[in-house]
Structures are given as structure tokens and as C-alpha cells.
């Protein structure tokens, strides 16, 4: 059987499914006095519909789901407290990819986020932004890519925020393409 190798110049729609983890440190904005957080370390499972604009130019929305553990810890006076918290996010992108040097693609946009679960730090639910380089392998329809992202949550909350944290996260997705 001949298999053909495509570059990625196409006008077609692509559904990707992805998996992938993201490290995540909590900025904080204003100096406040706040329980420490660390080890924020999260896995996500997604898909993306990308939307061709022009030659080799997408409009990229889909979901994103992740979750995990945060390690807190709270040091007063007179007490030393250590918990864990679990986290969720659910994520709507609306990001443009652009494909160049056949390989490679870069991305980036807004995103509505939502906090599925209560914590101490901030509620991260509101837009965010992300931006991220990957590479891709096309083989007949299908794909397969890799991509390194970078993501601020909550640069615009839905709520007011008493301690003023933004979770940022650097991240990495991996996944399988399908050419409609």
C-alpha cells in the first residue's frame, strides 16, 4: 500500500483531540498577605474544530478540560497548615493558528474560562489568553502535532478578586488531527 505525505497548505476543516499537562504558577498582582500555593501541576483532555481562513490561516475554538492537585500552605502567627485542593477548569478557545514552514504552526487568542471547583486562591473563572508554537505531522487525512503553550487565566475576571492571583500556566498538548 503507497502512503502519501501532504503538507500542511490546506483550505480544509481539521477536528483534533488532544491531551496534555501544564505546570501553573500563581502571580500575584497585588502585594496581599495569601496562603502560599505549590506544585500546581494539571493534566487536560480537549478537542479543537479549526476553521479555514485562507491558505495556511484557522480560526481554532473547541473545549479544554483540566485538573489536578494544589498543594496549599498557610503559615500564621502561631499555626502551620498544609492541605490539598482539587482543581478544575473548563476552557472555550477562540484563537487563529497560522501554519508555516510546512511543519510548524503558531496560535494565540482569548479563551472564556470557567473554575469548576472552589479553592483558596482566586477564582480563576473569566478570559484568559494564550499563545503557542508546535509542530506537525500530516499522513494522508490525519495528524499528528505537539504543542507547547503559554496561557494567562483571569486577566479579565468575571468577579472581583480579594487577593488579585492569576494563574499562568506553561503547558504541553499532544494529539491526533483528522483533515474533514
Not at 503538507?7 to 495569601?34: D, M, P, Y
Not at 485538573?67 to 478557545?93: A, N, R
Not at 473569566?126 to 483571569?154: D, E, Q, T, V
Request: hydrophobic share 35%.
Amino acid at each position: 500500500m503507497l502512503l502519501s505525505l501532504k503538507g500542511f497548505s490546506q483550505t480544509h476543516s481539521e477536528l483534533r483531540l488532544f491531551l496534555g499537562s501544564a505546570h501553573l504558577v500563581l502571580v500575584e498582582i497585588k502585594n496581599v498577605t495569601s496562603p502560599e500555593f505549590e506544585n500546581i501541576e494539571t493534566r487536560m483532555i480537549g478537542g479543537n474544530y479549526l476553521h479555514p481562513l485562507g491558505k495556511d490561516l484557522y480560526l481554532v475554538s473547541g473545549f479544554r478540560y483540566q485538573y489536578g492537585v494544589v498543594d496549599i500552605t498557610e503559615i500564621g502567627d502561631s499555626y502551620y497548615q498544609h492541605k490539598e485542593e482539587t482543581f478544575q477548569l473548563m476552557s472555550i478557545p477562540l484563537q487563529v493558528e497560522k501554519s508555516f514552514w510546512k511543519y510548524f504552526f503558531v496560535h494565540g487568542g482569548p479563551s472564556i474560562d470557567w473554575q469548576m471547583t472552589k479553592s483558596r486562591f482566586d477564582q480563576q473563572s473569566g478570559i484568559g489568553m494564550g499563545i503557542g508554537l508546535g509542530a506537525s505531522y500530516r499522513l494522508n487525512n490525519f495528524s499528528f502535532f505537539i504543542n507547547p503553550r503559554f496561557k494567562m487565566n483571569a486577566l479579565i475576571p468575571f468577579r472581583e478578586k480579594p487577593y488579585k492571583h492569576n494563574l499562568t500556566e506553561l503547558g504541553l498538548q499532544f494529539g491526533l488531527g483528522y483533515k474533514l
